[in-house]
């Protein structure tokens, strides 16, 4: 066995000061949330007339990062984003990053209110409404459910 005499090692009380230091820094979840939210940038009111299925989902993380929207409220956009041939069998999804077709989710959303008030979807048609409410706060104000 062979002893390094030259080697340095911190005594007990600098080890001690330095795992207090360590606990002193706050990582926790809702810290690292705020200090998101305090440094996101602000950005330009989304128009859901004309978005591609990748810009929702980009504006949607960025609303969830920023603490402006939680999970369950996301849902319904997240959907909206969500494009799956009939045909897909195994394969599910097409990538949104593919497509550049852009759609107006003011009236997907329109369009998804109407066949869960005819299904008599509760859960559905309550989280759509959510939805649109979140839609017209960001557009101003202006009613988009023309």
């Keep these: 066995m062979r002893i390094d005499a030259g080697a340095t090692y911190p005594a007990a009380n600098q080890r001690a000061s330095a795992a207090n230091q360590n606990r002193s820094t706050d990582t926790s979840f809702s810290a690292v949330l705020a200090s998101t939210a305090s440094s996101a940038p602000?950005?330009?009111?989304?128009?859901?007339?004309?978005?591609?299925?990748?810009?929702?989902?980009d504006w949607t993380n960025g609303q969830i990062r920023s603490g402006q929207m939680s999970?369950?409220?996301s849902r319904a956009f997240m959907a909206?984003?969500?494009?799956?041939?009939?045909?897909?069998?195994?394969?599910?999804?097409?990538?949104?990053?593919?497509?550049?077709?852009?759609?107006?989710?003011?009236?997907?959303?329109?369009?998804?209110?109407?066949?869960?008030?005819?299904?008599?979807d509760a859960s559905t048609l309550k989280m759509l409404q959510s939805a649109m409410s979140i839609m017209q706060s960001q557009t101003g104000g202006v009613d988009i459910r023309a």
């Design 42 to 57: 602000k950005t330009a009111p989304a128009d859901f007339s004309s978005m591609t299925r990748q810009d929702l989902r």
């Design 71 to 73: 999970l369950d409220d």
């Design 80 to 120: 909206m984003s969500m494009k799956i041939p009939v045909a897909s069998g195994l394969t599910g999804e097409l990538p949104a990053t593919n497509d550049s077709t852009r759609y107006d989710f003011t009236q997907k959303a329109r369009a998804g209110i109407e066949g869960a008030t005819a299904r008599n």
